[in-house]
T-cell receptor, first 112, second 113 residues
Framework: DAGITQSPRHKVTETGTPVTLRCHQTENHRYMYWYRQDPGHGLRLIHYSYGVKDTDKGEVSDGYSVSRSKTEDFLLTLESATSSQTSVYFC???????????FGEGSRLTVL | GNSVTQMEGPVTLSEEAFLTINCTYTATGYPSLFWYVQYPGEGLQLLLKATKADDKGSNKGFEATYRKETTSFHLEKGSVQVSDSAVYFCALTGMDSSYKLIFGSGTRLLVRP
């Protein structure tokens, strides 16, 4: 199994609070992604990174920011959480741009 | 932009039945196509892929053929097992041929003993 760890795995927070989700990989892969999974929508790309300090927006980036200061860590931040950001968040990594992604186990976020 | 449409689930089958999960796509250019599977409580994992027209991807008894003429990539398996119960996602590469994958909404498969 690819070495991907997401933390926290579960979080409940209140509207307006900041939240940071962490993705840590031990594979030294170049590409990292954050997706959110919602019923009826499948997975939608939030942000991705193609190297240290190199990030770009995905399909649903509003309300989210990311940072990647080291190869192994990719952080997703919700500056002020809203109820619409209640979701399951998945981190994924890939060594090359082949479409073969390795996913973490997900982080379930509930915003009350 | 590129998009993918999957059949709605859940799909409920008896063990050893034949499985088809439909996937059609809209795309510019020549995308690569993928099927990912998500077992309960886990992240997604790649099941199979095809990178050009008429390619057949296969893995673990599952198959899918890249049909450009019908813009389809249907997933099939001849004899399903209870352990195949999962959610299956069809995906394709984005409009700029980048590998920021676009996923379908997923189809839940439930196989009964």
């Amino acid at each position: 199994d690819a070495g991907i760890t997401q933390s926290p795995r579960h979080k409940v927070t209140e509207t307006g609070t900041p939240v940071t989700l962490r993705c840590h990989q031990t594979e030294n892969h170049r590409y990292m992604y954050w997706y959110r999974q919602d019923p009826g929508h499948g997975l939608r790309l939030i942000h991705y990174s193609y190297g240290v300090k190199d990030t770009d927006k995905g399909e649903v980036s509003d309300g989210y920011s990311v940072s990647r200061s080291k190869t192994e860590d990719f952080l997703l931040t919700l500056e002020s959480a809203t109820s619409s950001q209640t979701s399951v968040y998945f981190c994924a990594i890939s060594e090359r741009e082949t479409g073969e992604l390795f996913f973490g186990e997900g982080s379930r976020l509930t915003v009350l | 932009g590129n998009s993918v449409t999957q059949m709605e689930g859940p799909v409920t089958l008896s063990e050893e039945a034949f499985l088809t999960i439909n996937c059609t796509y809209t795309a510019t250019g020549y995308p690569s196509l993928f099927w990912y599977v998500q077992y309960p409580g886990e992240g997604l994992q790649l099941l199979l892929k095809a990178t050009k027209a008429d390619d057949k991807g296969s893995n673990k008894g599952f198959e899918a053929t890249y049909r450009k003429e019908t813009t389809s990539f249907h997933l099939e398996k001849g004899s399903v097992q209870v352990s195949d119960s999962a959610v299956y996602f069809c995906a394709l590469t984005g409009m700029d041929s980048s590998y920021k994958l676009i996923f379908g909404s997923g189809t839940r498969l439930l196989v009964r003993p």
